[in-house]
T-cell receptor, first 113, second 115 residues
Framework: AQSVTQPDIHITVSEGASLELRCNYSYGATPYLFWYVQSPGQGLQLLLKYFSGDTLVQGIKGFEAEFKRSQSSFNLRKPSVHWSDAAEYFC???????????FGAGTTVTVRA | DTGVSQNPRHKITKRGQNVTFRCDPISEHNRLYWYRQTLGQGPEFLTYFQNEAQLEKSRLLSDRFSAERPKGSFSTLEIQRTEQGDSAMYLCASRALAGTQETQYFGPGTRLLVL
């Protein structure tokens, strides 16, 4: 069955350090992939999305993600994290017929001073 | 504010009571989705509408759950005879139907606690 997996439940990173969150997908064709961020008690905000074309996708808040078909991955990166990046991050894939999103379990990011 | 809105933001109820949540999508968005998110998990799909038509319901949506979208505008999600296992965040999202690359926008959610 098609799915996305986020192997890391929790990541702690120092402010100013780089961040990489892993997402692996299981899908036969090219999937439509997304990264969303959720701050405590809030809804989900779209960071970036990949449908086709350039495999390096730029998003909001300085985030980027790279689609690697050979590794079935769509990892999220940020060169230098800010304390405000502390949140939960979800990778998701979308079915092309009904646009329904299926999410990974999420990765919680803690930023230490 | 022209985003997706949900009311109430929080609801505490006793087991066995009925609750109803409302979602107001972005104006003119044809598709409206409901998801449920439990602690430590990603959101899970419950159901979706295209205009007023409910096109799919997840197996997560037991007979105690019902959703409507009269006139293709706002939507309501009702849970009858609530159980403690219904405690979760209920998220609503909407998107335009224009094409694959349209963004699905989420509301802030309604957090339900069943005592």
């Amino acid at each position: 069955a098609q799915s996305v997996t986020q192997p890391d439940i929790h990541i702690t990173v120092s402010e100013g350090a780089s961040l990489e969150l892993r997402c692996n997908y299981s899908y036969g064709a090219t999937p439509y992939l997304f990264w969303y961020v959720q701050s405590p008690g809030q809804g989900l905000q779209l960071l970036l999305k990949y449908f086709s074309g350039d495999t390096l996708v730029q998003g909001i808040k300085g985030f980027e993600a790279e689609f690697k078909r050979s590794q079935s991955s769509f990892n999220l990166r940020k060169p230098s994290v800010h304390w405000s990046d502390a949140a939960e991050y979800f990778c998701a894939w979308m079915r092309s017929n009904d646009y329904k999103l299926s999410f990974g379990a999420g990765t919680t990011v803690t930023v230490r001073a | 504010d022209t985003g997706v809105s949900q009311n109430p933001r929080h609801k505490i109820t006793k087991r066995g009571q009925n609750v109803t949540f409302r979602c107001d999508p972005i104006s003119e968005h044809n598709r409206l989705y409901w998801y449920r998110q439990t602690l430590g998990q990603g959101p899970e799909f419950l159901t979706y509408f295209q205009n007023e038509a409910q096109l799919e319901k997840s197996r997560l949506l037991s007979d105690r759950f019902s959703a409507e979208r009269p006139k293709g505008s706002f939507s309501t999600l009702e849970i009858q005879r609530t159980e403690q296992g219904d405690s979760a965040m209920y998220l609503c999202a909407s998107r335009a139907l224009a094409g694959t690359q349209e963004t699905q926008y989420f509301g802030p959610g309604t957090r339900l606690l069943v005592l």
